[in-house]
């Protein structure tokens, strides 16, 4: 929106055209200028933007109508016309339309696609004042295993019966000779998709409603009995995240374009930090606030949308996918992020207060290793970005915000660098307990020394337990914080608060500044804290 009041400039004064045309970034004849003042369109014209002159509305929306190619008295909310590359035949869809659903079309189809979502395409279908939604395949040749239509036919199915909400499945095609690829069809449902995680617009208490009841569907779909939905050959039952871990992992590395440092980190360290206890449930693989439809009026979830990734797995995963958003920032192109809002203001939980949610919903125990399933969460995220980018490249993504996933890969894989860490320290503070005495829990290392048994020399090891507890032996390896000595221990600690309120709240600031023109000059805040931690050292 571009004010007058705001620019300190109006029409017909032609600097307002040029400031259009800059904010949108794309070229004038590419703009549609109405307006009913002769001389305001003249000057639009002139700068070659096609024009309409508004006498009558009605008879303007026509005219706007026939420039669009598409109407706007029909409008569809979420959706656009059908990319080039993503259309598909209606005769031949018609055809099965008829034959599936038992009814004889009138008239040709309304078609529209659906401008949400990076997987599976989705479109509108009108037909006989009746609306139907229709997801398919993207066309071309597609990784192993993915966009399984099939599965996500059969779990909607079975949700549906079991009392989840989602929406109800009309039929399935595997014939990929009707439209180009297997798809199936289901209800159309009316509602309001919130792609802001900020939910602007609403009162605090409406925003937690909505929090609320995003928390309690989740809970619904974790809850369903495996066996009575007849689920239980829907995947395997144990080891999920250690699988999930391989498979993107080979998933990403078949469509790698370039070499990414913190995504090979990861795949290095997620092996080795498996969750060592993990239940099983149905879990959605991509539940988030923008895959629910809720009701026209109130907090009520009408249906949980976008099934390709479902599976039986951890369902802590499911959790931690779903408060990615409160890591991002606002600005993100393919997901806007909660990172610069003051949740308490808004009315919506933390992070650690969704998952505390959460587990109050379900009647479990407080989740102690979350920084692990975040740092999994982003990884995952990363790797589809990946895919995502590989195809817009190709020209088989169903979104045109798809070419910009290459640049995210980049974001995601670092903050999930940046969870790894933590959950580092975590378990690094944890194996540092100390006993109801005040002494180390653990404290002990392993020493090696060389002796000599009947006049050969040899290695012998030992364990603190062995030797003198009451001075440490030079060449001891301490693993423990509470095994260092009084000074270094202070060191320690005020080493460890300055990392935690100077370093991580501003890593992602550390990092943009990084991708800036700025790179090759020191950031201001870098020279502050080395003023600030030359005058801790000093005073201590």
């Given at each position: ?5 705001h ?14 045309v ?16 002769g001389e ?18 009605k ?7 026939k ?25 031949p ?11 004889k ?14 997987s ?6 009108r037909y ?6 229709l ?19 059969r ?5 549906s019966?079991a ?25 159309y ?43 239980e ?10 699988r ?5 992992t080979?998933?990403?590395?078949a ?16 092996p ?18 923008d895959?629910l439809l ?9 249906g ?11 369902p ?7 408060c990615?958003?409160?890591?991002l ?7 806007k ?25 379900m ?15 982003f990884?995952?995220?990363?790797a589809?970005?990946?895919g ?18 290459g ?32 002494s180390?829990?653990r404290?002990?290392?392993t ?18 337990s ?21 000074k ?30 700025k ?21 201590g």
């Open positions: 929106i571009i004010e007058s009041c620019e300190g400039v109006c029409k017909p004064d032609p600097r307002i055209y040029h400031l259009c800059e904010r949108l970034g794309i070229q004038a004849k590419d703009l549609i200028f109405l307006d009913d003042i305001n369109l003249k000057v639009a014209a002139q700068l070659g933007f096609s024009t309409i002159k508004v006498e009558d509305s008879e303007a929306i026509k005219q706007l109508e420039q669009l190619g598409f109407s706007l008295t029909d409008f569809v909310p979420n959706t656009r016309s059908v990319r080039p590359a993503m259309e598909i035949p209606k005769e869809l018609k055809k099965y339309l008829e034959s599936a659903l038992g009814e079309i009138e008239g040709q189809l309304t078609i529209r696609q659906f401008s949400h979502g990076q599976n395409p989705t479109y509108y279908v006989n004042q009746k609306q139907l939604v997801r398919k395949k993207p066309p071309g040749k597609l990784l192993p295993a993915a966009h399984a239509i099939e599965r996500e036919y779990i909607i199915k079975a949700l019966e009392g989840v909400p989602v929406p109800k499945v009309l039929g399935l095609c595997e014939d990929s000779s009707i439209i180009g690829t297997s798809f199936y069809i289901m209800e449902l009316t509602g309001r998709i919130f792609k802001d995680p900020a939910l602007p617009g609403m009162e605090a208490k409406q925003r937690l409603a909505i929090y609320s009841a995003m928390n309690q569907a989740l809970c619904k779909l974790h809850s369903v009995d495996i066996k009575a939905a007849n689920l050959d829907f995947g395997k039952h144990d080891t999920y995240v250690q999930q871990v391989h498979m993107w080979r998933q990403y590395r469509s790698e374009t370039h070499s990414v440092p913190s995504m090979e980190r990861l795949i290095k360290w997620l080795q930090h498996l969750p060592k206890q993990q239940k099983t449930a149905i879990v959605h693989g991509d539940f988030r606030l895959n809720f009701h026209p009026e109130d907090d009520t979830v009408l949980i949308l976008d099934w390709e990734l479902s599976t039986l797995g951890d802590i995963s499911d959790v931690a996918y779903n990615l958003a409160h890591y920032p606002s600005e993100l192109p393919l997901q992020g909660l990172k610069n809002c003051i949740l308490t203001e808004l009315g919506i939980p933390t992070a650690e207060e969704y998952f505390d949610q959460y587990c109050n919903n009647g479990i125990p407080k989740i102690e290793n979350w920084n692990f399933y975040m740092a999994f969460a990884f995952r995220v990363a589809i970005l990946q995502v980018y590989k195809r817009s490249i190709t020209g088989q993504a169903s979104s045109s915000d798809a070419a910009s996933g640049k995210l890969v980049v974001v995601m894989s670092d903050i999930a660098w940046d969870f790894a860490t933590k959950e580092g320290f975590r378990v690094f503070n944890s194996d540092s307990g100390t006993s109801t005495n005040g180390s829990a404290f002990y290392s020493w090696s020394r060389s002796i000599t048994l009947k006049g050969s020399p040899s290695r012998a090891f030992a364990t603190l062995e030797v003198s507890m009451h001075s440490p032996s030079t060449g001891s390896l301490i693993i423990s914080p509470n095994a260092l000595s009084g270094v221990l202070d060191l320690y600690h005020k080493l460890k608060n300055f990392i935690e309120i100077n370093i991580y709240p501003a890593e992602q600031e550390f990092r943009n500044y990084q991708l800036s023109e790179r090759w000059t020191p950031h201001p805040l870098i020279e502050e804290l080395k003023v600030f931690t030359e005058f801790v050292l000093n005073q």
